[in-house]
């Protein structure tokens, strides 16, 4: 079993960055491939991005490449979502979520977290 809790999310200006962190509890994080989800208001949870256990597989919506980078460090049982060139349109919850199998599809992930908001004001 895998717990996770968010960090990280607040309310910025468009073009600024955030740095969300996902921090895991269970000795078997490193087996788990990670996932970051954004979920507007009214709208489905989408996919972000996500990095393979060892991190040498990364995958990113298109909506964000070349903007977003995620990152793990499997010493610090934590995941990373770097955010640079925010716009109004990245604004939602996001959630960090563990499953066993590379997927941009959130009903192949078995954690999830509680999540933290994004605003990016215009």
């Known amino acids: 079993q895998v717990q996770l809790g968010e960090s990280g999310g607040g309310l910025v200006q468009a073009g600024d960055s955030l740095r969300l962190s996902c921090a895991a509890a269970g000795r078997t994080f490193s087996r788990y491939v990670m996932g970051w989800f954004r979920q507007a208001p009214g709208k489905e949870r989408v996919f972000v991005a996500a990095?393979?256990?060892?991190?040498?597989?990364?995958t990113y919506a298109d909506s964000v490449k070349d903007r977003f980078t995620i990152s793990r460090d499997n010493a610090k049982n934590t995941v990373y979502l770097q955010m640079n060139s925010l716009k109004p349109e990245d604004t939602g919850v996001y959630y960090c979520?563990?499953?066993?199998?590379?997927?941009?599809?959130?009903?192949?992930?078995?954690?999830w977290g509680q999540g933290t908001q994004v605003t990016v004001s215009s």
């Open positions: 979520a563990a499953g066993l199998k590379d997927n941009t599809v959130p009903k192949a992930y078995d954690y």
């Open positions: 990095i393979s256990w060892s991190g040498s597989t990364r």
